[in-house]
């Protein structure tokens, strides 16, 4: 069992920057993979970013390539998501979920045991 809680999301400005933060209890969070999804008012849950157990490999959506990393303490049991040049449309609350594959190859949100209660986010234009 892991439990996951976020926490960093906040209100910034577009263009603002903003690092969320996952923190998981638990011995194994280190062999599992983790990812960032996201949920804006009105439509379905996103995937975000994933990385793998060693946070050596990454994967991203097209829409935030470039702009958000994702990263992994596996001393802390730590995962974040630094958030760049954010824009209104990133406007979500934000989720972490861990996925007992170790990859970084899978985003689809059905494979991912767990999931924290979520962050809000809210860009202002």
């Known amino acids: 069992q892991v439990q996951l809680v976020e926490s960093g999301g906040g209100l910034v400005q577009a263009g603002g920057s903003l690092r969320l933060s996952c923190a998981a209890s638990?011995?194994?969070?280190?062999?599992?993979?983790m990812g960032w999804f996201r949920q804006a008012s009105g439509k379905e849950r996103e995937f975000v970013a994933v990385?793998?157990?060693?946070?050596?490999?990454?994967n991203y959506a097209d829409s935030v390539k470039g702009r958000f990393t994702i990263s992994r303490d596996n001393v802390k049991n730590t995962v974040y998501l630094q958030m760049n040049s954010l824009k209104p449309e990133n406007t979500a609350v934000y989720y972490c979920?861990?996925?007992?594959?170790?990859?970084?190859?899978?985003?689809?949100?059905?494979?991912?045991?767990?999931w924290g209660q979520g962050t809000q986010v809210t860009v202002s234009s």
């Open positions: 638990g011995r194994t969070f280190s062999s599992y993979a």
């Open positions: 979920a861990a996925n007992t594959y170790p990859g970084a190859a899978r985003t689809n949100q059905r494979e991912f045991s767990y």
């Open positions: 990385v793998n157990w060693s946070g050596v490999s990454t």
